[in-house]
């Protein structure tokens, strides 16, 4: 008896499972075969963008996702400074040459010869000028003393100065020989420049581009 019970429980349980059909929830199959591609929607206006810049894919493509392209991007975080302009650096200017013109005479004395003896006269050329009207360079500052002093010495014109030590000023004794107080007690050599006798010594004049310069020996009474 105790055998027929099990034997009947048994064909109970095999009726039971051969009867019964098992079928598995969706979720769980799928869950069971690995994921899968996702059906979630995607919008007209991103499917149609994502297939013309040939994205394909069933995933949810939004806008951020594709880059939208700059059509100026920065090679680097660095920016680059303007290239320095070239400043011209200016051509050195010449220095313009200046220069003065010389003249020497004691044509006073040949219009006075009647006052003086032969051997007196012997020292004064014959038409009176000691060195006649020349273009003479001139340095910056130079003064009519200099020039003078340059061009007798150059010319070979005997020339005699002497300084006033009270003024410090300096005075013509004599140029070719001919001396102060030779033809007069108050003879001697006076100069001008530009036909005015300047108010200071020749030391003292400073010469520019131009000038005439005029040393005149002049009879006294």
């Known amino acids: 008896m105790k055998y027929i019970k099990k034997a009947l429980a048994l064909f109970c349980i095999l009726t039971v499972l051969a009867g019964c059909k098992v079928e598995l929830p969706s979720q769980h199959a799928a869950s069971s075969a690995g ?3 996702s059906t ?5 206006e991103i499917r149609s963008e994502a297939e013309t810049s040939g994205i394909s894919g069933s995933a949810p493509v939004s806008s951020a996702a594709v880059p939208q392209s700059s059509p100026k991007t920065a090679s680097s975080g660095v920016s680059k400074a303007p290239p320095a302009k070239k400043t011209a650096v200016p ?3 010449l220095q313009k040459e200046t220069s003065c013109t010389l003249f020497i005479s004691c044509g006073d004395i040949l219009k006075n010869r ?7 006269l012997s020292a004064v050329p014959k038409d009176g000028i000691i060195f006649a009207e020349k273009n003479v360079k001139i340095k910056n500052g130079e003064t009519v003393f200099d020039v003078l002093l340059r061009v007798t010495k150059a010319d070979g014109i005997p020339m005699e100065s002497a300084v006033s030590p009270v003024y410090q ?16 007690a108050s003879s001697g050599w006076t ?8 108010p200071v010594s020749c030391n003292g004049y400073k010469l520019k581009n131009g000038d005439k310069i005029q040393w005149l020996f002049v009879c006294g009474g």
């Not at 100069?191 to 300047?198: L, S």
């Open 91 to 93: 051509a050195p200017q």
């Open 35 to 37: 994921p899968s591609e």
């Open 169 to 184: 000023s300096t005075y013509i004794k004599g140029i070719n020989n001919i001396y102060e107080k030779d033809f007069g």
């Open 40 to 44: 979630a929607p995607v919008s007209s």
């Open 114 to 120: 009647e006052k003086f003896s032969e051997d007196k």
């Open 191 to 198: 100069y001008t420049v530009n036909g005015k006798q300047p």
